[in-house]
Structures are given as C-alpha cells and as structure tokens.
C-alpha cells in the first residue's frame, strides 16, 4: 500500500523559515496531486495548499508548497513564522482514486 | 462564502449505526465532489470515501468497505455519511470535504460521534 511519511515534528523561531518533507512510499509522487492540510489544535483541517503550490484565496504567499521527483518528496515551505501558524500539518495524495493522509507533523514556533 | 453545516455530537451504542449530514452553501453544490473524512483522539485523517455529487457515483475506503455508505440529496445541498456495526474504534470526528476527486479545498466544522455502551 502506498504510504506518506512525514516527519514527527518541527520547530523554528517566528520570523524564520521552516520547511516540512511528506515521502511517497512508492511510484512517483509527482504523477497524483498532493495537497497540504493546516489543524490547528481543536479546530478543523483547512487547505493551505493544493495541487502540490496552489494556494486557495486567502492562503497567504508566506505558505508554498513543491515537488522535488528525485526523492520522491513533496514540501511544504513556510516563510516568515507567525505563532499562529503552530499546528498539526497533514499532506495527502492519492493512489487509484483513494486519499492517503501522512502521519502529520506537529510544528512549534517559539 | 462557502459554509457546511453538519449534524450534531451523537452517542450510539456498539453495533448501531450512524448517519453525519453535512450541509452545503455558498457554491454550485452538484459542481464539486464530498469527501468524508474522519480523525479518532490523537490519530491522524483517515479518509472514509467520496461521492461525486453530480452523479452520485461513489467510491470508499478498503478499510470500511461495507459498512460506509455515502450518499446526497441535491434538491437540500446536503451530503450524508451513513457508519454500520459502529465498534469503539469508531469513535472519532468526522469531517465532510469539497473538492475534487483528488483534493479537499473546504471543510466542515465536524462531528463527533462516540461509541459507548
């Protein structure tokens, strides 16, 4: 089964940038879109990224997202940390037409 | 804009089943597909299945294959996510999604549905 493996965690200070890697277990993760998903804590996911580095409106550009084949990585790059962007980061893609979620990574600005 | 409502908290014994609406407004509500999505305490997302709203064609998660159900009722914008032999395991937030078939770009605010005898 196809799998994303993200990193458990990440901090940086406000004001840096930090950067978190989602890896495909398989194929070539950019053949299938892959979209990044911000929860914060007690709240719902929303999208901060989709189709790999589009950003829905109201996403501000502080927030970019590419695809790097020969790892078969995808990131998600957040410039410029506010205290507010301290959440749970999810990617997710897909694999005949079925969603798979990463594990999530827990970032901390302080 | 674009806003779901869904259905209320729900307690429901092991055994019986469930089923989360989630109501649609501020877009063309037969253009996108829905998503179902659902997040047990301290667990990652794990996606349940999606229906595409216009046809109503439906696909589900191998996991709950058999005991999800996915369907929609155009003429109210709403989506349901009906859960069979609800299990203690079940017991999480559940989420509904627009988008595509590959990407959720909206959410509701979710639900939380808890087994319990």
């Known amino acids: 089964n196809f799998m994303l493996t993200q990193p458990h965690s990440v901090s940086e200070s406000p004001g840096k940038t930090v950067t978190i890697s989602c890896t495909g277990s398989?194929?070539?993760?950019?053949?299938?879109?892959v979209q990044w998903y911000q929860q914060r804590p007690g709240s719902a996911p929303t999208t901060v990224i989709y189709?790999?580095?589009?950003?829905p409106s109201g996403v501000p550009d502080r927030f970019s997202g590419s695809i790097d084949s020969s790892s078969n990585s995808a990131s998600l790059t957040i410039s410029g940390l506010k205290t507010e962007d301290e959440a749970d980061y999810y990617c997710?893609?897909?694999?005949?037409?079925?969603?798979?979620f990463g594990g999530g990574t827990k970032l901390t600005v302080l | 804009q674009v806003q779901f409502v869904q259905s209320g908290a729900a307690v429901k014994k092991p055994g019986a089943s469930v089923k989360v609406s989630c109501k649609a407004s501020?877009?063309?509500?037969?253009?996108?597909?829905m998503h179902w999505v659902r997040q047990a305490p301290g667990q990652r997302l794990e996606w349940m299945g999606w229906?595409?709203?216009?046809?109503?064609?439906?696909k589900y998660s191998q996991n709950l294959q058999g005991r999800v159900t996915i369907t929609r009722d155009t003429s109210a914008s709403t989506a349901y996510m009906e859960l069979s032999s609800l299990r203690s395991e079940d017991t999480a937030v559940y989420y509904c999604?627009?988008?595509?078939?590959?990407?959720?770009?909206?959410w509701g605010q979710g639900t939380l549905i808890t087994v319990s005898s």
């Open positions: 501020g877009y063309t509500f037969t253009s996108y597909a």
């Open positions: 398989s194929g070539n993760i950019a053949s299938n879109y």
């Open positions: 999604a627009s988008g595509h078939s590959a990407a959720a770009h909206f």
């Open positions: 997710q893609s897909y694999d005949s037409s079925n969603w798979v």
């Open positions: 229906i595409n709203v216009g046809n109503g064609d439906t």
């Open positions: 189709e790999a580095n589009q950003r």
